[in-house]
């Protein structure tokens, strides 16, 4: 079997994408629409795994590297609720960082992991993020813009990936990115919330 290469991403985040989306919209049609509710869950002690969960599914990924102010991500964990307190134990907290909470069960529903271990724990925050995503394809590479709520707070987003570092270099200065910064859906989050300093862009 062929080796799967994971692919580099440029996201910006910002109050406005005008440009941007115009400009997304003008080299390609819009390939797709979608709309998702998911869970993230922040760390303040861990800028380095990304966890969200979305439809009882918990997605954990590992920041591997920077390449060209590209970054790259790889999968770390996966899980389903109810989860089992050994994997939670095991493979969870270990990607937060932060001091193991008392287990008073054999496993846990979404809703039991979320008001007895996340909500309580003073390290540890779960946010609400609602994202509608139009999908587009510049240059070879996977496109999108996308408007999202972080607990209920308005922002847009936009990005390109690839495994093609300079596929993503050359389709930014097409749609006019190359003048954002790049920033994770860790960092918009945290920054938005308060747990990282830092704007996010007009």
Request: hydrophobic residues 40%.
């Amino acid at each position: 079997m062929s080796e799967i290469k994971p692919r580099f991403e440029f996201r910006t985040f910002s109050r406005e994408l005008g440009m941007v989306e115009r400009r997304m919209r003008e080299l390609s049609s819009v390939e797709s629409i979608r709309e998702s509710s998911e869970i993230y869950i922040m760390s303040k002690t861990n800028n380095h795994n990304n966890t969200k969960i979305r439809d009882a599914k918990m997605d954990i990924k590992v920041f591997v590297k920077e390449e060209h102010g590209l970054e790259q991500w790889n999968p770390r964990m996966k899980g389903v609720f109810p989860m089992s307190t050994e994997q939670i134990r095991e493979e969870v907290f270990p990607a937060f960082d932060v001091e193991l909470p008392e287990f008073a069960r054999d496993e846990y529903t979404l809703e039991q992991f979320l008001t007895e271990l996340i909500n309580p724990h003073p390290s540890l925050l779960a946010v609400h993020v609602f994202k509608r995503r139009f999908a587009f394809t510049i240059n070879d590479c996977i496109a999108e813009v996308g408007e999202v709520f972080i607990n209920g707070a308005r922002i847009r987003t936009a990005n390109l990936e690839s495994v093609d570092t300079e596929a993503i270099q050359k389709g930014m200065k097409m749609v006019q990115l190359d003048g954002y910064e790049n920033i994770n859906y860790l960092m918009a989050i945290k920054r938005v919330t308060g747990m990282e300093p830092g704007p996010i862009p007009f």
